[in-house]
């Protein structure tokens, strides 16, 4: 089975400073791993995943997330934040076999203070 | 971009009532899913359908839930007979290939009072 820890329930950054949102999974397979972002009532938005390839993703909004396979890590990373920023991020897992679903961790709240 | 439609945004039901919730998935999609948020607590999936069947459901899925795809475009979530319990966000999304990637749309607000 497949799982997901993010460590930290809420980070609070102050605009303009960097920010990093931590994730590690567990699976006993290969990985395919996402990170999504949820603004106050909104749906679900994919900023990034990693499928293959580099380690190092890039995705929407200057975000950018690592996959580190020795540390099951694939943490996401934005050097200088927005207020604009402030919303709940989650990282998910699922593996390579078709139509598997997606694991959520339970989500980082990250609050961006002016 | 094509978008994941659900309908309606929120809905309010007395409990032991019927729901159905609405999805249009991406046109070109062939894997469709219902996840479900409760409040606070993180995004849980309920179940995947594909070629017209359930492919895959969690232990949260029981005789109460009921999937279909009456016609080609939509996908409905059922809820037969509601708790309280079943108040949460609720999530379609879809999938070209059922892996790699998924849409999801911006869901619906369960409300059982």
């Known amino acids: 089975a497949q799982s997901v820890t993010q460590l930290d329930s809420q980070v609070p950054v102050f605009e303009e400073a960097p920010v990093e949102l931590r994730c590690n999974y567990s699976?006993?397979?290969?990985?395919?791993l996402f990170w999504y972002v949820q603004y106050p009532n909104q749906g679900l938005q994919l900023l990034l995943k990693?499928?293959?390839?580099?380690?190092l993703v890039k995705g929407i909004n200057g975000f950018e997330a690592e996959f580190n396979k020795s540390q099951t890590s694939f943490h996401l990373r934005k050097p200088s934040v927005h207020i604009s920023d402030t919303a709940e991020y989650f990282c998910?897992?699922?593996?390579?076999?078709?139509?598997?679903?997606?694991?959520f961790g339970k989500g980082t709240r990250l609050s961006v203070i002016a | 971009e094509p978008e994941v439609t659900q309908t309606p945004s929120h809905q309010v039901t007395q409990m032991g009532q019927e729901v159905i919730l609405r999805c249009v998935p991406i046109?070109?999609?062939?894997?469709f899913y219902w996840y479900r948020q409760i409040l606070g607590q993180k995004v849980e999936f309920l179940v995947s359908?594909?070629?017209?069947?359930?492919?895959?459901k969690s232990e949260i899925f029981d005789d109460q839930f009921s999937v279909e795809r009456p016609d080609g475009s939509n996908f409905t979530l059922k809820i037969r007979s509601t708790k309280l319990e079943d108040s949460a966000m609720y999530f379609c999304?879809?999938?070209?290939?059922?892996?790699?990637?998924?849409?999801f749309g911006s869901g619906t607000r369960l409300t059982v009072v």
């Open positions: 999304a879809s999938s070209e290939r059922g892996r790699g990637g998924y849409t």
């Open positions: 699976s006993s397979v290969s990985v395919y």
């Open positions: 990693y499928l293959s390839g580099s380690t």
């Open positions: 998910a897992v699922s593996s390579p076999s078709r139509n598997t679903p997606l694991v």
């Open positions: 046109s070109n999609h062939l894997y």
């Open positions: 359908f594909y070629n017209n069947e359930i492919s895959e």
